[in-house]
């Protein structure tokens, strides 16, 4: 049997079972996070992240941007659990031919990324390698009772995200498929969401804080993947009624007569945090992250997982992206 056969997840699982589960780790496996006990009711929270060459840089993608996005791919998984990160190692794996002047300007994407969220690049490895690899390990301190984990949706929650969905997709179309864009404005708003990603740190502090979300991820996978994840680690089912979609992703989809609720599902790399909230919280919102968040849908107990359109019903399917599989 290959990698390829089973994928990402399955190969997850199997490599835990050989492995021994730290008694000290309270989040277990499939969260966004490791977090370890270590004293007065504390935790280290730590997340490692990589992008490689060939299969997460795209055409355009210029070396700062590329240093960039990978602090945001980790900040991203911090701000799900309502983490404050203080900090990076990252290996950095590199053909010997490569410029001096392009791995600086990496740097330059790390250390511009790293002030936007308030933590600092503390070193990590350089080694050869075929291909650019950059692989970051963040880390942070938090109160156990704080953390948010993706376990804890219950029947009758709301089901809500912050973050806007789409753009991903058509920037795949526009730099993958050669599916250029009607106008100027919707193709350089779609490339800086994958070129220049956003994490939605302050908002995840802001609901840890207030102690009402009941599970949470983050949407790197893409948003029909993350929905089906929280469903399953809750054995439970969800009933999605709106998605926020950008006004440019609707342009583009009329323009190619695509569904705007296929893009929005079924793209990935948009960072934005997937949570569950319990019904009778909204009211402590406050209203700076009341504007932020929408109210997609609620938790059902049929563990079924479904749109409905206009009063149409529309199935989710589990798709979305997944390294190694074939």
């Not at 977090?35 to 795209?58: K, N, P």
């Not at 799900?80 to 950095?92: E, H, T, W, Y």
């Not at 031919?97 to 250390?111: F, K, L, M, P, S």
């Not at 804080?209 to 893409?222: A, E, F, K, P, Q």
């Amino acid at each position: 049997m290959k990698i390829s056969d089973v994928g990402e997840w399955i190969l997850i699982e199997r490599l835990w079972h050989v492995l021994i589960r730290d008694p000290e780790e309270i989040m277990g496996l499939n969260d966004d996070v490791i977090a370890r006990r270590i004293g007065r009711g504390r935790v280290l929270v730590a997340h490692v992240d990589t992008l490689a060459w060939s299969t997460d840089v795209l055409p355009g993608m210029t070396p700062h941007s590329i240093g960039f996005k990978s602090v945001i791919m980790n900040v991203s998984d911090m701000a799900a659990k309502g983490v404050r990160p203080l900090g990076i190692l990252f290996s950095l794996g590199l053909p010997r031919d490569y410029n001096v002047a392009y791995i600086e300007e990496i740097a330059r994407g790390w250390r511009d990324a790293a002030a936007k969220y308030g933590l600092y690049i503390w070193g990590g490895d350089i080694t050869e390698a075929s291909e650019l690899i950059l692989s970051g390990a963040i880390i942070g301190i938090a109160s156990e009772n704080m953390i948010i984990r993706r376990r804890g949706a219950k029947e009758g929650d709301l089901v809500a995200c912050i973050g806007e969905f789409g753009l991903t997709s058509i920037a795949y179309k526009i730099l993958l498929e050669g599916k250029k864009a009607p106008t100027k404005r919707i193709e350089l708003k779609a490339k800086r969401a994958v070129y220049y990603p956003k994490a939605y740190l302050k908002e995840g502090l802001k609901l840890a804080r207030l102690g009402i979300v009941t599970s949470s991820m983050d949407c790197s996978d893409g948003l029909a993947w993350s929905l089906h994840t929280l469903c399953s680690l809750n054995n439970v089912g969800m009933t999605i009624r709106q998605i926020p979609i950008s006004r440019e992703v609707l342009l583009y989809a009329k323009s190619y007569n695509l569904d705007p609720w296929d893009l929005a599902l079924y793209g990935g790399e948009e960072y934005s945090l997937i949570f569950t909230l319990k019904r009778d919280s909204l009211s402590r919102l406050p209203s700076d992250l009341a504007k932020r968040v929408c109210i997609m849908g609620e938790v059902t107990s049929d563990r079924k997982l479904k749109l409905l359109v206009e009063g149409t019903e529309k199935s989710i399917e589990k798709r979305g992206w997944e390294h190694l599989k074939s």
